[in-house]
């Protein structure tokens, strides 16, 4: 490492709802914050055209125009948004010193506080016709995209407590919710298990693949595949939900943070502080339970303040420090 880093007060990784919202907070603290977008600038709503349940938006709103208005407010106080990823991170001064973090394998970088904002990312099936149709009836988040497809037949793809929950938030609103379980029993706990199998529009299928999504434009059909029997059958759905979980982005922060077994970051009671004094963490890359922009972005706001008070708390002890010091030399 060069002994010329740059040094800066606040490093904000990831540049979606949470790292923005933190974006705008910490610019207006003064905390003059650098942004690194990752290789997804906007993050996970870039990639959806309807975001209808942002506060705000009362005509609902564009995912990548979302995007492009938090960049242009956290531009406005003063954020520097930069292009690049964080690949590699020094949290070794674990007394509330200085974090240090390289950008794009190159250039490492100092910073008085770092916010995480990474997000997670959804799993997809990898199915040629799922993919296509990704945005055009394939979604991965029933609570976003669940209301689209209001009174109509839909199926959902997986097993655990989260496909267990939102199939029978779907099977709430839409007219019957085929459900597809790929081994021969769920993996969701037993409550979540009654839950599924005590609802009666969903149509819960053991042994079953995906074996086609039908559909050019958006989803017209799916063909399922019984593993068992080896027969394959066809319905018509106008929505397939795939819920077979999320990957948090947390490879670069492994033994360096507390994370829980799936890779979360763990942050302390209600505050997105991690186990490293300075380092702080929002939005999906800490919660695996409510996941949606809005929460995100209330964790990023949360995140900046928790920044902020560190920060005037570490410069009000070093300010001490250098008092006392010139207190004794005198
Ligand atoms: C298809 C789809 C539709 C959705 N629709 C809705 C909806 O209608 N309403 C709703 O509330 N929610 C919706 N969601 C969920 C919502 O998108 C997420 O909850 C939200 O985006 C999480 O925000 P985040 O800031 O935590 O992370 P993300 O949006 O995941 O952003 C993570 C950011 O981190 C960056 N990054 C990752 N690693 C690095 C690194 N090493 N260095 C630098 N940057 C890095 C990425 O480039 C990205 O910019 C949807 C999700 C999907 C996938």
Known sequence: MSDKLERIKTLIIG???????????????????????????????????EVDNFPGYADGVDGPKMMMDLQKQAERFGTEVRIGMITEVDFSDKTGGIHKACVDNSTWIE????????????RYLGLPSEQRLRGGGVSACAVCDGFFYKGQDVAIVGGGDTAAEEATYLANICNKVTMLVRGDQMRASKAMQHRVTSTKNIDLRYNTEVDEVIGEQVVEGLRMLNKETGEKEQIEITGLFIAIGHKPN?????????????????TEGKSTKTNVPGVFASGDVQDKIYRQAV???GTGCMAALDAERYLAVVESEEGEE?????????
Do not use: N
Request: aromatic share 6%; no cysteine; hydrophobic share 40%.
């Open 322 to 330: 250098v008092k006392t010091t010139k207190k004794v030399e005198a």
């Open 250 to 266: 947390t490879d670069i922060f492994k033994e360096k943070l507390t994370m829980d077994d799936t890779g979360y970051i763990i």
């Open 15 to 49: 540049s979606g709802p949470a790292g923005y919202t933190a974006a705008i907070y910490a610019a207006r603290a003064d905390l003059k914050p650098v942004m690194y977008t990752g290789l997804e600038p906007g993050g996970q709503l870039t990639t959806t055209t």
């Open 295 to 297: 929460t995100a972005a």
């Open 111 to 122: 910073a008085e506080s770092i916010i995480i904002s990474t997000g997670a990312t959804a």
